[in-house]
Every structure is written in C-alpha cells, then in structure tokens.
C-alpha cells in the first residue's frame, strides 16, 4: 500500500482554509460550525478535486 504523506498533509491544510475563508466570508455563520452545510460540502470537494487535477495521488 502506497500512502503519499505530503499529499494527505496539503489536503487537509486545504480544507482547513476552506473552512477558514467560509467562516471569514459569512457561508458559515457564527455558532453554526457543528450543523450540516452543502455549501461546505461543496466547496471542500470542489478544492480537493482541483487538488486532485493539479497534484493527483499516487506514484
């Protein structure tokens, strides 16, 4: 099994941001982190999946 350690690491640095510019921007709104958002959703697969086309996983 192959598992690209620095592939994981700027994934999730990435959907950290994601959170964070959401959180900034007002998508998230203030005491609502822990409910259910598509938009959230949407946005994390939307920055993983140009990740992906930029860096895609594997050797």
Do not use: C, Q
């Not at 350690?5 to 990435?14: D, P, R, S």
């Not at 998230?28 to 999946?49: D, H, L, P, Q």
């Amino acid at each position: 099994m192959h598992f690209d350690l620095a592939h994981a690491i700027v994934t999730v640095a990435l959907l950290f941001a994601t959170l964070f510019v959401l959180k900034k921007v007002g998508v998230i709104k203030e005491g609502e982190e822990r409910k259910f958002s598509w938009t959230a959703v949407i946005a994390m697969a939307i920055v993983v999946f140009i990740l992906n086309l930029i860096w895609p996983y594997g050797p």
